[in-house]
C-alpha cells in the first residue's frame, strides 16, 4: 500500500488532525537536521518542500538552471526523500528546481532517481510538469483568455516565442491528481506553494480557507517564528483552525509572529489568491497556546469565478560581461556621470566602426547611485566607491569587447580637473571583466483562463522498486 | 484642537522593509511597535499615501496602503521603476528600497 493511500485508509477509520511537516521553503541550501529530526518524532502525515520561488528573478527560468547548488538540492532531497520513506508518509515537492521548467523538473527527477539507486528506496512517484505549449497560450491570446498581471503590458505571439521557457503555476487540484495517482511521492513543476500543503486537506474534507491559509505559512518553514528561520515546522490542522508549532526549540510561533508572516511578499496580507479561489484572511484571529505555539482560525475561501492560471516566461536578452572595480579620488567620483558619459562614447567610437551599436553599455557607482536610481543627488559624496560596468551583448564575445575595451578607456580617460593621470581605477584582481553569462527577463507574467488544467498537465507516474 | 507632533517612520516602526510581490510590484511593511503607534500611523493613512508617492517618484493612485491589524503594520506597494531582473534593473529582490520611507514625516 502507498504511503497516500494508508493516509486516506487510516482517516476513512477515524477522522483526526492532520499533522504537516514543513521542512523547508527553499529547498537546496540546507535543512537543519536536528529540527527535521524532531518533527519526524512528533507522528506527521507528510512532508512538504518547496524548491521554488519567482523572487530570484529571471535568469533561472530563462537560462534552465537551479538556483541552489545540484550538491545543495541533493542533500536536501535525499534527507526528506529517506525521512519520508522512514515514516512511509508521502512526500510532495513543489516548483522543481526553482523555476519548474522542464530542465529543472528533469534535474530534479535525476536527483531522486540516484538517491533511490543509492540508497535502495522504494516507492512509486507522481509526477506533473508544467511548461505551458506555445500552441495553446497563442490560441489563449487570440480568445481573449490572457491577461497581463500587474503592470506586464499585454501578451503577444512574439513574446510567447521569445520565451526561452514557459511555465504555468500548477494549483492544488494538479497536485491532488497526482496523489490520486496512488503514490508516496508527488514532484510538481512550477506550482503554488500553497497546493503542497493543502492538496491532502482537499482528498479529506477539511475546510479549503483553513487549509491554504496554514499552507501558505507552513510552505516557509518557520519563516513565520521569532524568530524566523529555516527550522522545519509542524502545522496541525482540524476543521476549524490550524495549530503551528516549530521543531526548533529556539523559534517562536506567536500570534504576532505568524499574523506578520502574511505581510511577506504579498501585495494584500488579507487574500490568498490560487487559480480556483482565494483565501479571505480578514476575519482570522491568532491565539497564543503556550510561548511557542498559535492556534488560528477564521480563514474562508471564495471559490473564483474562472479559473485562471498564472504563467511565467523568460526570454533571452544577451550575454552580460561585466567590469569590477574601485576608485578613491574625490574628483573622479564627483565627476562620474560626465566620465561614464565620455567613455561611453569613446567606446561606441572604436568598437563600432564597422559593426553597429548592438550592445547596451551601463555604469553603476555603487556608493552613490548602485542601489536606486535617486531623484536627489546626496548630500555628501562618499570617500570610495565601487564601479560596476556591464554590457549586454547579442554574443558573449561581443560584450566582452565592449567591456574591455571600457575598462582600457575609463582607466585612462583624461577627464576634466584630472590630477592623478596614471590610472583613474583600481582593480582587486586582474582580469577585472568577466563573463557573466546568458541574460533573461521576465517577458510573461498573466493569467490565463483555463477550466480544465487537467488535460495539459498529466500526471506520470514512476515507480522505484 | 492641537495638531499632534510629527511622526518619522524610523523612530516610531521597529521594521522597515522592501520586498518584491511579484517581478512588477514593490511592497514595504511598516511594523509598529505597539496599538498606539499603529493607531497614530492608521490615523494618517492619506498623508503616508501622498508622501510615498512623492518620495517614489509615483502618482497617488500607483499607490496602495493598507492597515493591517494583526500584525499592528502598514503595508504600502507600488509599482517597481523596472521589472525585477531586466536591464537596468538595481535590486532584483527589491530587498533595499525602503530607504527613502525611513525619512517620511507624518
Redesign the interface.
Known amino acids: 500500500m502507498t504511503a497516500i493511500g494508508r493516509l486516506l485508509d487510516d482517516f476513512a477509520r477515524q477522522r483526526r488532525p492532520l499533522r504537516s511537516l514543513g521542512a523547508s521553503g527553499q529547498l537546496g541550501y540546507g535543512i537543519p537536521t536536528p529540527a527535521l529530526e524532531a518533527g519526524l518524532t512528533r507522528s506527521p502525515d507528510m512532508i512538504g518542500v518547496d524548491m521554488g520561488s519567482i523572487d530570484i528573478g529571471p535568469n533561472y527560468l530563462g537560462g534552465g538552471k537551479l538556483a541552489p547548488t545540484r550538491s545543495g538540492a541533493r542533500r536536501d532531497l535525499r534527507k526528506v526523500l529517506n525521512a519520508a520513506r522512514r515514516l512511509d508518509i508521502p512526500l510532495i515537492v513543489g516548483s522543481a528546481g526553482s523555476a519548474g521548467a522542464k530542465p529543472h523538473l528533469d534535474a530534479t527527477l535525476e536527483i531522486i532517481r540516484e538517491i533511490a539507486a543509492e540508497d535502495g528506496l522504494r516507492f512509486r512517484m507522481g509526477v506533473v510538469a508544467s511548461d505551458m505549449p506555445r500552441d495553446v497560450l497563442k490560441a489563449g491570446i487570440a480568445a481573449g483568455k490572457v491577461r497581463p498581471m500587474d503592470t506586464m503590458p499585454p501578451l503577444t505571439e512574439a513574446e510567447v516565442d521569445a520565451s526561452s521557457h514557459l511555465v504555468a503555476q500548477l494549483g492544488l487540484e494538479a497536485f491532488r491528481r497526482a496523489l490520486e495517482a496512488d503514490v508516496d511521492v508527488v514532484v510538481l513543476g512550477r506550482a503554488c506553494d500553497t497546493g503542497i500543503f493543502a492538496s491532502i486537506p482537499a482528498m479529506l474534507g477539511f475546510p479549503p480557507g483553513i487549509a491554504m491559509h496554514m499552507a501558505k505559512i507552513v510552505e516557509c518553514a518557520s519563516l513565520c517564528c521569532m524568530p524566523g528561520g529555516r527550522d522545519t515546522i509542524l502545522g496541525v490542522l482540524d476543521d476549524d483552525g490550524f495549530e503551528l508549532e516549530s521543531m526548533a526549540l529556539s523559534r517562536a510561533a506567536t500570534p504576532a509572529s505568524v499574523a506578520a508572516h502574511s505581510l511577506y511578499e504579498q501585495a494584500d496580507p488579507f487574500e490568498i489568491r490560487e487559480p480556483d479561489g482565494w483565501a479571505d484572511l480578514r476575519d482570522v484571529t491568532y491565539r497564543a497556546l503556550d510561548a511557542r505555539r498559535t492556534r488560528v482560525e477564521g480563514a474562508v475561501f471564495r471559490p473564483a469565478e474562472r479559473r485562471t492560471l498564472k504563467l511565467e516566461g523568460a526570454a533571452f536578452v544577451g550575454h552580460r560581461a561585466l567590469l569590477l572595480a574601485g576608485a578613491a579620488d574625490p574628483r573622479f567620483i564627483a565627476g562620474h556621470r560626465e566620465i561614464f558619459a565620455q567613455v561611453t562614447n569613446v567606446v561606441r567610437d572604436l568598437v563600432c566602426e564597422d559593426q553597429p551599436e548592438d550592445y547596451r553599455l551601463g555604469f553603476r557607482l555603487y556608493g552613490v547611485d548602485g542601489v536606486r536610481n535617486w531623484a536627489e543627488a546626496a548630500a555628501s559624496l562618499p570617500r570610495e566607491a565601487f564601479v560596476m560596468g556591464e554590457c549586454i551583448a547579442p554574443t558573449a564575445e561581443r560584450a566582452e569587447e565592449v567591456i574591455r575595451t571600457t575598462k582600457q578607456y575609463l582607466l585612462h580617460h583624461g577627464y576634466e580637473g584630472r590630477l592623478s593621470t596614471a590610472g583613474n581605477l583600481a582593480f582587486p584582481f586582474t582580469p577585472p571583466e568577466l563573463s557573466a553569462g546568458a541574460a533573461y527577463r521576465f517577458n510573461v507574467f498573466h493569467l490565463i483562463e483555463m477550466d480544465d488544467p487537467a488535460a495539459l498537465f498529466p500526471v506520470e507516474v514512476e515507480v522505484f522498486r | 484642537m492641537t495638531s499632534s507632533p510629527p511622526l518619522r517612520l524610523q523612530e516610531i516602526a521597529r521594521v522597515i522593509r522592501s520586498?518584491?510581490?511579484?517581478?512588477?510590484?514593490l511592497?514595504f511593511?511598516v511594523?509598529l511597535p505597539d496599538a498606539t503607534a499603529f493607531e497614530a500611523v492608521s490615523a494618517r493613512l492619506a498623508a503616508l499615501r501622498e508622501k510615498v508617492a512623492r518620495a517614489y517618484?509615483r502618482s497617488e493612485n500607483e499607490v496602495?496602503v493598507?492597515a493591517?491589524r494583526?500584525?499592528?503594520?502598514v503595508?504600502i506597494?507600488l509599482?517597481?521603476?523596472v521589472?525585477?531582473?531586466?536591464?537596468?534593473d538595481?535590486?532584483?529582490?527589491g530587498a533595499?528600497?525602503h530607504?527613502?520611507l525611513l525619512e517620511i514625516e507624518l
Open positions: 520586498k518584491n510581490a511579484g517581478p512588477c510590484l511592497t511593511d511594523m517618484g496602495a493598507i493591517y494583526p500584525a499592528l503594520a503595508k506597494t509599482p517597481r521603476d521589472v525585477s531582473g531586466d536591464i537596468g538595481r535590486d532584483v529582490y533595499q528600497q530607504a527613502p
